[in-house]
Nanobody, 125 residues
Framework: QVQLVESGGGLVQAGGSLRLSCAAS????????MGWFRQAPGKEREFVAA????????YYADSVKGRFTISRDSSKSTAYLKMNSLAFEDTAIYYC??????????????????WGQGTQVTVSS
């Protein structure tokens, strides 16, 4: 079992930045690919970014490429999502997830085994 707890969400003006954190506990953090998803009201949960278990590979949705950066710190068992140039369309609940299947760049929710409770990000226009 892996427990994931997100933090760092909040209210920010358009053009601003936030950094989300996802603290993991339980089984060995370094064995898991970590991903970030988001879900806006009335919409399906969508892929945002993922980082391989080694941290050597990262993957992004086209909508956030160049603005968001995913990273991980195994010494702290924490994954991060730095979000720059935020836009109103980025408003959503952001979830982190862990995939223990050593998949390459998993982009669908069903590929992930564990989920956090989510953190709200609201961008005012």
């Amino acid at each position: 079992q892996v427990q994931l707890v997100e933090s760092g969400g909040g209210l920010v003006q358009a053009g601003g930045s936030l950094r989300l954190s996802c603290a993991a506990s339980g089984r060995t953090f370094s064995l898991y690919t970590m991903g970030w998803f988001r879900q806006a009201p009335g919409k399906e949960r969508e892929f945002v970014a993922a980082i391989s278990w080694s941290g050597g590979s990262t993957y992004y949705a086209d909508s956030v490429k160049g603005r968001f950066t995913i990273s991980r710190d195994s010494s702290k068992s924490t994954a991060y999502l730095k979000m720059n140039s935020l836009a109103f369309e980025d408003t959503a609940i952001y979830y982190c997830a862990a995939d223990g299947g050593f998949r390459v760049g998993p982009r669908t929710p069903r590929e992930y085994d564990y989920w956090g409770q989510g953190t709200q990000v609201t961008v005012s226009s």
